[in-house]
């Protein structure tokens, strides 16, 4: 399990004149002790009524909110489009409310960006969960009794996860190749040592930088096309997704029988529908010959490091919300783009506006 803030950081808040209490055991699941967040600065108290800010990984349960007094603020995860309730009720009980998700991908954000820390760890762990389950070399070794092939890894969707997913199974020997709808992968997913699958489709650029969603006619072209490089593979790692939207089905499950016996497949997007048809978030489901691996918090199993990371995206909001003198310390300003674009309520009204408009 994650926690929000990691001793090691405690010292930039208080540096910064907050004074800094952490739930007691909040650190138990990414091995950070109370003793340690106490030598580090923090009080260790679990009455949240007289907080000014409250971090957090995932956002608060409405019963806690509750507890709050008018004005705080937190500052989570907050997945507006799933959550339309809690986005109610953090309006209704005048909690003003940021979700990390929505923090603008603006070079002077970078630092704040918890998507891109998280999904970093995420892309990370799949390739490892790969090479685990797989019971074959990653490498290529040549020995004095033969030589061994190295496995073959295809991995779908090359935004931060895929590109640290296709980075550690080239690291760890495996021939990688990689298929991305947007026109600017194919140089990154090149430039991490990997192939870069041509489908000669047309590609997809949304706002942002984003993908755009498929039509069911270039969902179905697609996977015909990718359908021989996924039989071919030992090894597939998917990550695709389209914000906003329900992950795209890019492998069917008649796709993955035609994989060979020993193949496994990780699906990073399980828990957001699922780029593979059958995959189950949080279990390993056989389809065919294939052990197929659907995650699920997935940061999460590697506590430590994404923890680390997001604190720091944390303290580094937190900071750009700190006045530079005077009173109030924490003084978000509501015309600066990051502080703007990532708040979803304040003072009694929603200030995300698709959010606002779905809620209408
Ligand atoms: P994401 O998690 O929304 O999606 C993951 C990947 O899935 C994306 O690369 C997307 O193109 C791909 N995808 C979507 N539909 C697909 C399909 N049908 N088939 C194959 N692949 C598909 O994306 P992300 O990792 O958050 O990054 C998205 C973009 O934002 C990238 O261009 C990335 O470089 C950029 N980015 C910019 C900043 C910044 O400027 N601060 C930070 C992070 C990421």
């Not at 685990?132 to 040549?142: A, C, D, K, S």
């Not at 192939?195 to 047309?202: G, H, M, N, R």
């Amino acid at each position: 399990m994650r926690v929000a803030l990691v001793p090691e950081l405690v010292g930039k808040l208080t540096g910064l004149g907050y004074e800094v209490a952490v739930q007691p055991g909040a650190g138990v699941g990414s091995l950070s002790s109370d003793e340690e967040y106490v030598e580090s600065g923090a009080i260790i108290e679990d009455d949240l009524s007289s907080a000014d800010v409250v971090v957090s990984v995932q956002p608060l349960d409405i019963a806690t909110i509750r507890l709050l007094k008018q004005g705080t603020a937190t500052v989570s995860f907050l997945p507006v489009s799933t959550e339309l309730g809690l986005v109610a009720d953090l309006r209704d009980t005048g909690v003003t409310s940021f979700a990390m998700e929505l923090v603008p991908r603006i070079s002077r954000a970078q630092s704040m960006d918890a998507l891109s820390s998280q999904a970093l760890v995420a892309g990370y762990r799949c390739a490892i969960v790969a090479a685990g389950m797989l019971r074959r070399f990653f490498p290529q070794n040549m020995t004095a009794a033969g030589t061994i092939q190295p496995a073959k890894v295809v991995v779908l969707g090359a935004g931060v996860a895929g590109l640290q997913a296709i980075a550690t199974a080239r690291r760890l020997g495996a021939v990688v190749s990689a298929y991305d709808v947007r026109a600017a992968a194919a140089e990154e997913i090149r430039s991490m040592g990997a192939k870069a699958i041509d489908l000669e489709l047309e590609t997809l650029e949304g706002a942002g930088g984003y993908a755009r969603e498929m039509t069911e006619d270039r969902a179905a072209r697609q996977r015909d096309l990718l359908a021989p490089h996924i039989a071919a593979a030992d090894g597939l790692i998917t990550t695709a997704a389209v914000p906003g939207r329900q992950a795209p089905m890019l492998v069917t499950s008649a796709m993955v029988e035609q994989m060979r016996p020993g193949s496994v497949v990780v699906d990073l997007a399980a828990e957001t529908g699922g780029n593979v048809e059958g995959s189950v978030a949080g279990e390993v489901v056989r389809i065919g010959h294939a052990q197929v691996w659907g995650g699920r918090n997935v940061p999460s199993q590697m506590p430590g490091p994404a923890s680390r990371l997001y604190a720091q995206n944390i303290v580094n909001i937190l900071t750009l919300m700190t006045a530079k003198e005077g009173e109030p310390l924490f003084a978000p300003d509501f015309d600066d783009e990051i502080v703007a674009g990532s708040c979803v309520t304040h003072a009694g009204e929603i200030r995300h506006a698709p959010t606002r408009e779905a809620l209408e």
